[in-house]
């Protein structure tokens, strides 16, 4: 009787330290409200994360920024995030998870990222324009239809994926393959998959280091990825005092040698918004910083790059280990009220659905809810996490050709005539001038038809899609054999920037010139070109608002008309 009594006892000391082995079954058991206390941790410290790094943000790329460098943190800056990409996008995730449920289609996520209306950049922008343009997941994401595979993306936005998976990392896995693959593959997936993972352990692990090392084990050993991570690891374990060191080798190893580079979109003036080594940053953070809050955002920002993501993946996983009720009050001062732009959660409203999706969560996991005067208890079953076949970007797989159905692409109101009066301004550009045709648009600065810009009636906004693919307007047009025939065009530039308007004819290049404060009168030039030598031939002509630098490159269009005398 002593004995067995002595063996319950053993089981409750283990069950209330979170953990129970009971036959060959592993369990964790976490209190709703000691869930809420770290989801709430978890959201806020991804918040201040952002919103701390924000002005750093590609400011360091291939060098370290010193400590003086680093803002100084203010209370107010808490309720800066709530504009950050950083976040808002994996909100999208969260209402489609509570809308359909966690067994909703992979096309069906295609269709709600087509519909969302924020701006977007390199992965996602290219992702969301091949879901727009018809091509479904999961070859939205292939290399061989974008180029931005093996950017951060996914990796900034997978939080929530650990965040509503308390205890249970094969979720993140899970969810990867679902949201990921809408914009990010292989090492891209693999990103996300690990941060979520981290977060998803953090529930039950104060120990950030081995948090950092169990998630590690979720993606393939072979994968860039990895060996990245675990080069992290190895350089902690050399230099434990000195993360400069260990900065210096993962610069070297992932910045400036190409064979670690291979499906990087730019490679120029020391950018890399690649998920390999925006991940060491993270890692980094997290194990230098060793638990302390304010140090593990600092040593994540101060490694540069994406300084604002990152910081705010590595504040996210150990404000969740801290739990909202022990981080600093200085943290703490959110806006209840305020809406997270584009999505329909304020702070509070953020941790219900994200308490609502967990439970739920649990319960698809095999686990269950306990209930409690105090509190409710939830079990949760321990699974394991399945092994990833080894996706590279450089060798990839042969894309699936999944394409949205008939039936499917009447859903996206984008690039769908039968929603004409919902499109993007800039892709119904035969309001503007008939007969041509919109290539390549990117999101910034808000590209589309305007009724009025800076006197102008009617004005067509374009912006190119990166600093290395501009934004082509173009058409096919049969000269007439008679008469004089010329390209009219008055286009403008923004009152901050200047871009390169580029014609050509045929391929060949009719005009070049930088439309800017020098050569533009009042932000506005007149440009007519003849086309009068290509009478009775059928000609080519493009238009193109190529950048040449990266700071307000967007185009806008007065006029752009064909004149025959």
């Not at 732009?341 to 609502?356: H, R």
Request: hydrophobic content about 35%.
């Amino acid at each position: 009787m002593k004995l067995r009594l002595g063996v319950l006892l053993l089981l409750f000391v283990l069950v209330f330290n979170c953990r129970v082995f009971a036959m060959d079954e592993k369990f964790c058991r976490i209190s709703k409200t000691d869930y809420i206390d770290k989801v709430k941790g978890g959201w806020l410290g991804q918040i201040a994360g952002v919103a701390w790094g924000f002005p750093t943000e590609f400011a360091f790329q291939g060098k370290m920024m010193s400590e003086g460098r680093v803002p100084v943190w203010k209370e107010k800056m808490i309720n800066e995030g709530f504009c950050q990409d950083d976040l808002y996008v994996e909100m999208t995730f969260l209402q489609t998870l509570d809308k359909y449920g966690f067994d909703v289609s992979l096309r069906q996520i295609g269709i709600d990222f087509a519909n969302s209306e924020y701006g977007l950049c390199h992965a996602n922008d290219k992702g969301r324009w091949n879901l727009r343009n018809g091509i479904a997941p999961p070859d939205s994401s292939h290399p061989k239809f974008n180029e931005h595979a093996d950017d951060i993306d996914y990796q900034i936005e997978a939080d929530f994926s650990g965040l509503i998976a308390p205890c249970m990392p094969h979720y993140p896995v899970e969810a990867g393959e679902k949201f990921g693959r809408l914009m990010c593959y292989g090492d891209g997936v693999y990103g996300g998959q690990f941060v979520g993972a981290m977060y998803s352990l953090a529930y039950f692990e104060n120990d950030i280091e081995k948090v950092v090392r169990k998630a590690i084990t979720y993606i393939p050993e072979k994968s860039q990825y990895y060996e990245c991570i675990t080069d992290v690891i190895k350089g902690f374990e050399q230099n434990p005092q000195d993360w400069r060191k260990t900065w210096e080798f993962i610069n070297e190893k992932y910045h400036k040698n190409v064979d670690y580079r291979q499906f990087s979109c730019i490679i120029a003036n020391g950018f890399n918004i690649d998920a390999k080594i925006n991940g060491a940053y993270i890692v980094m953070g997290l194990l230098y910083g060793r638990g302390d809050f304010e140090k593990t955002i600092k040593i994540a920002m101060m490694c540069g790059q994406d300084s604002d993501c990152n910081p705010s993946n590595a504040g996210g996983i150990l404000a969740t280990a801290i739990g909202y009720n022990k981080l600093t009050a200085k943290y703490k001062n959110i806006n209840n009220k305020e809406k997270f732009y584009y999505t329909k959660y304020n702070f509070s409203e953020l941790v219900d659905v994200s308490v609502k999706l967990a439970e739920q969560l649990v319960v698809r996991n095999g686990g269950k809810v306990e209930k409690s005067a105090d509190s409710d208890i939830w079990i949760i079953p321990q699974k394991p996490v399945s092994s990833q076949i080894l996706e590279q970007s450089t060798n990839p797989c042969s894309p699936v050709g999944s394409l949205f159905t008939k039936k499917e692409w009447s859903q996206i109101k984008f690039h769908n005539p039968e929603n004409a009066e919902k499109q993007p301004p800039a892709f119904a550009i035969n309001d503007f001038a008939p007969g041509w045709q919109v290539i390549d648009c990117g999101d910034y600065m808000l590209p589309g038809l305007y009724d009025e810009w800076d006197g102008h009636k009617s004005v067509l906004v374009t912006h190119p899609y990166s600093q290395t693919i501009p934004c082509v307007i173009t058409r096919d047009y049969s000269v007439p054999a008679k008469g004089k025939t010329r390209l009219h065009i008055i286009v403008g530039h923004h009152y901050m920037g200047d871009f390169d308007l580029i014609v050509k004819v045929d391929e060949k290049e009719v005009l070049n010139k930088t439309i800017g404060p020098v050569t533009a009168k009042n932000h506005w030039l007149e440009e007519n070109i003849d086309l009068s030598s290509y009478a009775g031939k059928t000609i080519k002509i493009e238009l193109f608002n190529k950048a040449n630098g990266w700071a307000c490159e967007s185009a806008y269009w007065d006029v752009i008309e064909i004149v025959r005398n």
